[in-house]
Nanobody, 117 residues
């Protein structure tokens, strides 16, 4: 399984950014997909996840309303739309494949998002 995340970069506070994650080596529609992030010096934390058919999505409480996850099953790609970015959103963002009960089965390599004030 390979998860190739892209779209990270340096942005200013208040900007928007969309991350993409292309998956291969798995039956994409079988899995829930998610995003985690790890800020410098902090533990890795859950951002959100989306069901196989995009019928449901869940987010960390602190990110609801600003972040949106979507997926395109025809392209085996999951997206993370991030709006009104804040400096505290600076982190490496990882896409993941989630198996039964939300357990993370596979991690991507991460893409760095830096938000300047």
């Amino acid at each position: 399984v390979q998860l190739q995340a892209s779209g990270g970069g340096l942005v200013q506070a208040g900007d928007s950014l969309r991350l993409s994650c292309a998956a291969s080596g798995l039956t994409f529609t079988t899995y829930r997909m998610g995003w985690f992030r790890q800020a410098p010096g902090k533990e890795r934390e859950f951002v959100g996840s989306i069901s196989w058919n995009a019928g449901s999505a869940h987010y960390a409480d602190s990110l609801k309303g600003r972040f949106t996850i979507s997926r395109d099953n025809a392209k085996n790609t999951v997206y993370l739309q991030m709006n009104s970015l804040k400096p505290e959103d600076t982190a490496v963002y990882y896409c993941v494949v989630q198996g039964v009960s939300g357990r993370v089965d596979y991690w991507g390599q991460g893409t760095l998002v830096t938000v300047s004030s």
